[in-house]
C-alpha cells in the first residue's frame, strides 16, 4: 500500500504550476495524492518568501501542520520552495520536527526528499537555482477548462527592492517547442483558457536563438480550442510595439494586460533599479489604449520606498487618477534582508508606509468602481465556473479577470450552463464590485 500525501500551495501561479509537477512526480513515484491534509501521511508545503507577510504566513502555516503532524495520521512534513531557501538554517534550528526540506533549484528531487524523510534521515536538499528548466508532467490543481502556462524561470531585472533573483536564478526560458506541445497537449484535454506566467514574459526567448514572447504568441494562438491567451507579468519597458500589434489583432489574446509598474515617480524608479521613466509610463499606456480597444490594465504599486516624500506619494495618486488602471493591486514597502533598497538611506517608517498603502488603496478603488460601473447596460462574453446552490445564481469571469485574482460575474440563467461553457451576459447591476446580470439571449 503507498503512501499518502498532499501538497499545500503558498503565493503565486508559478508556485502552483510547481505543485502540480511535484504532485504528478510523486504519483509517477507510486505515491496516492489526496485532496486535503486530513488524510495525507506526507504533507508538502510549497512555500512563498517574497515579501514578510508571505513568509508570517508560510510559518503560520508550519506551525498549524507540526500541531496536525502531533495529533493526526500525518507522518512527515517537507517544506519546499522559497521560504526553505531564503531561510534554511532559521527552519531546521526552530522547526527541528519538520521532517525535510528542498529548496527552488530541488523541486524535481521531491520524490528523493521524501524518501529519504520516510527514512528518518531529515533531509535538506539545495540544487542549482541556475539550472536550465526541466520538462515535466503535471497534475493540474486548476479547474479543468483553464491552466496556468510556465514560459520561463528567474528574473534578471535585479529590481532593488527584490529577493526573487536570489532565490530562483537567473532568466532561464523554456524551448518553445516545448511550451507548444503542452499547450496543445492542454486544449486536447479541453483546455480553453492559458493563463502564461513567468517572472517576465517580456523576456521571453532573449536567451534562445530566434525566439521571443511575439514568436511564441504566434504559434499558441494557431492551436485549436484555445478561446484565451491570457498574459501576466509583463515589464513596462519590455513591451514592443510588435507585441501591442499582436495583442490588438489576435482575436485569442485577451486584452488584458498585467504590468507591474510598481510607481511613477522618476527619483523612485532609479532607487527601484527599474528602467524607464514616468513619461515612458505614460506614453505606453497612451499607446496600449490607442491601439487595443477595451484594453483592461492590471498593474501593482509599492508605496514606502526609501525616499518617497509626502509630494511623490501624491504624484503617485494623481498619476493613478490619470491613468485609471481598471486593476490594482497595492502594497507598502516591505525591506527584504540581502536587496539594495533595504539599506538606502531615508528609509519610511512602518506606519506612514501602511498610512498610505490604505490610502492608494481607496483612491484607485474608487476608479475601479467607476469602471463596473460603466459595464452596467453591455453584453460580456462569460466563462462559466460554478453555480452557488444557496443563492442559486452562476458565476463565471469575463475576459477583464483573471483566475483567483479578479472578481466574478453572477447571473441566472436556464437552463443551467456547464463550467468551461461560454455564454454571453448583459450586465444589470453593480453592487460594490460584484456585477450581477442575465443571459443576452433567454432560452427560457
Known sequence: ??????????????????????????????????????????????????????????VENILELLRFKEDGTLKKLIVVGCLAELVREEITEEFPDVDGLAGCGSYDNIVEVVESALRDEHPAVFGDINAPVTECGRTRLTAWYSAYVRIAEGCNNRCSYCIIPSLKGNFRSREEDAIVKECEELAADGVKELNIIAQDITRYGEDLEGKSLV????????????????????????????????????????????????????QILKAMNRRGTKADLLALVKKLREKIPGVILRTSLIVGLPGETEEIFEEL??????????????????????????????????ETAEHRKELLYDLTDRIMSQYYESLVGKTVKVLCEGFDRIAEISFGRSYADSPEIDGKIFFKAKPRPEDGEFIDIIIEENYEGELFGSPASKEE
Open 215 to 266: 514568436t511564441l504568441l504566434r504559434r499558441l494562438c494557431r492551436i485549436d480550442g484555445i478561446e484565451w491567451i491570457r498574459l501576466h507579468y509583463l515589464y513596462p519597458a519590455g513591451i514592443t510595439d510588435e507585441l501591442i500589434d499582436l495583442i490588438a489583432e489576435e482575436d485569442k489574446i485577451c486584452n488584458y494586460l498585467d504590468i507591474p509598474m510598481q510607481h511613477c515617480n522618476d
Open 317 to 350: 495618486c494623481d498619476f493613478c487618477k490619470e491613468v485609471r488602471f481598471e486593476r490594482v493591486g497595492v502594497f507598502s514597502f516591505s525591506p527584504q534582508e540581502g536587496t539594495v533598497a533595504a539599506e538606502l538611506p531615508d528609509q519610511v517608517d512602518e
Open 1 to 58: 500500500m503507498s503512501h499518502t500525501f498532499t501538497v499545500v500551495t503558498m503565493g503565486c501561479p508559478k508556485n502552483t504550476v510547481m505543485s502540480e509537477q511535484m504532485i504528478y512526480r510523486m504519483e509517477q513515484a507510486g505515491y496516492t495524492a489526496v485532496p486535503g491534509y486530513m488524510d495525507a501521511e506526507i504533507i508538502i508545503l510549497n512555500t512563498c518568501g517574497f515579501i514578510d507577510s508571505a513568509k508570517a504566513e508560510a
